[in-house]
């Protein structure tokens, strides 16, 4: 079956604009998360979703960064008034929820540059 | 708070020789445990998880990890390594009351040498 999808693959952008980077889960997955990776930081936890809420989103770097999740579906990682720190990519996962741990699948990234 | 340690940033193996990636990790709870692989320009693979059943856990592709809480490692093996093997791993760890939140190591970048 379809995995978990990221567009665009690549965004190449100037510092100061606006960028969206868009997830399609898998379907029937209630959970999403957001993480970074970037060559200094590793990866980091950004956000999650159960449904269309945002339960935690103590890892969004700055108030620049925000998302959103709608029908319990596609979501979007919006940054505002882009800083070259932001380059890095920009990974998506999708999961069951319920009790214990359930596996986390990856979509294959968006590489983000800030020029 | 949970965090990982990754001991080596690099490991260096033959093919066809045992394959050692070594995991510290700490946590507040009764934590899960899991190795991805990230191969290059490809997205992370989940190889295996430990979730509080059996203690020596086997994943994809013929690696296994060990989970000692005593010594709170979680230790990834291979008896043989294949080229296809070489890839970046990551141990990874989330707590067991908020499992969604993962908390990566630093990543072990795997070479396996003809």
């Known amino acids: 079956g379809a995995g978990v999808s990221q567009s665009p693959s690549n965004k190449v952008t100037e510092k100061g604009k606006d960028v969206e980077l868009r997830c399609d889960p898998i379907?029937?997955?209630?959970?999403l998360y957001w993480y970074r990776q970037s060559l200094g930081q590793g990866l980091e936890f950004l956000i999650y979703?159960?449904?269309?809420?945002?339960p935690d989103k103590s890892g969004l770097p700055s108030d620049r960064f925000s998302a959103e999740r709608t029908g319990g579906s596609v979501s979007t990682l919006t940054i505002q008034r882009t800083q070259q720190e932001d380059s890095a990519v920009y990974l998506c996962?999708?999961?069951?929820w319920g009790s214990g741990a359930y596996e986390q699948y990856f979509g294959p990234g968006t590489r983000l540059t800030v020029t | 708070a949970q965090s990982v340690t990754q001991l080596d940033s690099h490991v260096s193996v033959s093919e066809g020789t045992p394959v050692l990636l070594r995991c510290n990790y700490s946590?507040?709870?009764?934590?899960?445990l899991f190795w991805y692989v990230q191969h290059p320009n490809k997205g992370l693979q989940l190889l295996l998880k430990?979730?509080?059943?059996?203690?020596l856990v086997k994943g994809i592709n013929g690696f296994e990890a060990e989970f000692k809480k005593s010594e709170t490692s979680f230790h990834l093996t291979k008896p043989s390594a294949h080229m296809s093997d070489a890839a970046e791993y990551f141990c990874?760890?989330?707590?067991?009351?908020?499992?969604?939140?993962?908390?990566f190591g630093k990543g072990t970048l795997l070479t396996v040498n003809p």
């Open positions: 379907s029937g997955h209630t959970a």
């Open positions: 979703f159960q449904g269309n809420s945002a």
């Open positions: 946590s507040s709870y009764s934590p899960s």
């Open positions: 990874v760890v989330s707590e067991g009351g908020s499992n969604y939140k993962l908390t």
């Open positions: 430990y979730t509080s059943a059996a203690t």
């Open positions: 996962a999708s999961s069951l």
